[in-house]
C-alpha cells in the first residue's frame, strides 16, 4: 500500500508539473491585454503599439492596447500589478513608472520590486537640449557660460513636475552649478509652444515630438542626453562630451506581473528579441526616435535596480514629493 501511495504521489506530481509547461508552451490561447501607463499618441503608446500589431501578426491572436494614465504613469502600473500572473497581461513600463515615482510620490498603491517581473528592455529615448532662438548659445559650454552670467533667470520649461525631462534638467544643473526656473507644463507640446511664445529659453524633452522642430530652425538643438550620439540626428553632440558622466535617457520596457511563471517570461522575452530584430521593426522604432533595445529579463532586472538608484538621488536633490 506504501508503494502505492508513493507511486501515485509521484504521478500527481508529474502531471502537475506537465500541466503548467504545457500551458506555456501553448501560450497565448486567448487575448493578451497590453497596459500602456500614459495617454494614446505618447511615445510610450507608440511602443506599445508597434509591439501589440507584431505579437498579434506573430500568434494570430488579439493582442490589446489599453491606455490607463494619470498619476504619472502609476494608474496604470497600479492596474497591471494587480492583474493575474499568467501571461495575459503585460506592461510598457518606464523610467518613470519604474524608477521615479517610487521617490517622487509619498504613496504607491504597489511596489516595483515586489509586484512586477522584468521581461526586456524595449527602447531607450535620449531627450533633446534645445534652446530658444533668442538665447544665443550654440553649444553646450557656451549655454553653461550664458547659464552663468544669467543666473536664475533663464527659464526651464518641463513637461511636469517628475518627469525624465524635468529631472535632466536637475541633473544639468547639479553638475554645472548653474541655477534655473522651472517651468512646468501637462505636454510636451505645450513645452514647445510656450518656447515658441517667448516665455521660456530651454527644455529637455523626448526627440520623438521636438527634434522636428529644431529640424525647421523653430528652435535651437544643443545636444542630446544620452551616452552615445542618436542615430536620427548624428551630428548633435551628446552633453557628456561637454559634461563628462552626464546620462539622463529615457526608455521603456515589457514587464508582467510578479509570479509569472519563468520560462513564460523567458519565451515572451525571446519572442520580443526576435521581433526587434527584424528590419521593418528597427526602421519603424527609428522613425518614432526610439533607440531599439532589448535584454535578458535578469539583466532588465539589475538595469531597472540601477535606474532607481540613480533617479532618486536626482529626485531627493530636486526636493520634489508629490502625494
Known amino acids: 500500500m506504501g508503494k502505492m501511495l508513493a507511486a501515485l504521489i509521484a504521478a500527481s506530481c508529474l502531471i502537475a508539473a506537465a500541466e503548467p509547461a504545457s500551458a506555456q508552451e501553448n501560450w497565448p490561447q486567448r487575448q493578451v491585454n497590453i497596459i500602456v501607463p500614459f495617454a494614446a499618441g505618447g511615445s510610450a503608446d507608440l511602443i506599445g503599439r508597434i509591439l501589440q500589431q507584431q505579437m498579434q501578426a506573430r500568434f494570430s491572436v488579439p493582442f490589446v492596447v489599453e491606455n490607463k494614465s494619470g498619476a504619472g504613469g502609476s494608474i496604470g502600473a497600479a492596474y497591471a500589478a494587480k492583474a493575474p500572473a499568467d501571461g495575459y497581461t503585460l506592461f510598457i513600463g518606464t523610467a518613470s513608472t519604474q524608477a521615479i515615482n ?8 504597489f511596489d516595483v520590486e515586489r509586484d512586477f517581473q522584468a521581461i526586456t528592455l524595449l527602447v531607450r529615448f535620449p531627450n533633446l537640449l534645445f534652446v530658444s532662438n533668442r538665447v ?5 559650454a557656451e549655454f553653461i557660460d550664458y547659464l552663468k552670467a544669467n543666473d536664475g533667470k533663464v527659464n526651464f520649461g518641463s513637461s511636469g513636475i517628475g518627469t525624465s525631462s524635468h529631472l535632466s534638467g536637475v541633473m544639468f544643473q547639479l553638475a554645472t552649478g548653474t541655477k534655473m526656473t522651472h517651468v512646468p507644463f501637462r505636454s510636451t507640446a505645450e513645452v514647445v509652444n510656450s518656447m515658441l511664445s517667448g516665455n ?13 522642430f529644431a529640424v525647421s530652425g523653430q528652435v535651437r538643438a544643443l545636444a542630446v542626453t544620452s551616452p552615445q550620439r542618436s542615430d536620427a540626428a548624428p551630428e548633435l553632440p ?10 539622463a ?8 506581473p510578479a509570479g509569472t511563471p519563468r520560462p513564460l517570461v523567458e519565451r515572451i522575452a525571446a519572442e520580443v528579441k526576435r521581433i526587434w530584430e527584424s528590419p521593418a521593426v528597427l526602421t519603424a522604432l527609428r522613425n518614432v526616435g526610439a533607440e531599439p533595445a532589448t535584454s535578458s529579463p535578469d539583466e532588465f532586472t539589475q538595469y531597472t535596480r540601477a535606474e532607481r538608484a540613480k533617479w532618486g538621488e536626482v529626485v531627493k536633490a530636486a526636493g520634489v514629493q508629490l502625494d
Open 136 to 140: 544665443p548659445a550654440r553649444t553646450v
Open 102 to 109: 517610487p521617490f517622487l510620490y509619498k504613496r504607491l498603491p
Open 200 to 212: 521660456i529659453d530651454v527644455a529637455m524633452e523626448s526627440m520623438t515630438t521636438t527634434l522636428s
Open 249 to 256: 535617457t529615457a526608455w521603456q520596457g515589457l514587464f508582467a
Open 238 to 247: 551628446t552633453i557628456g562630451e561637454t559634461l563628462k558622466g552626464y546620462e
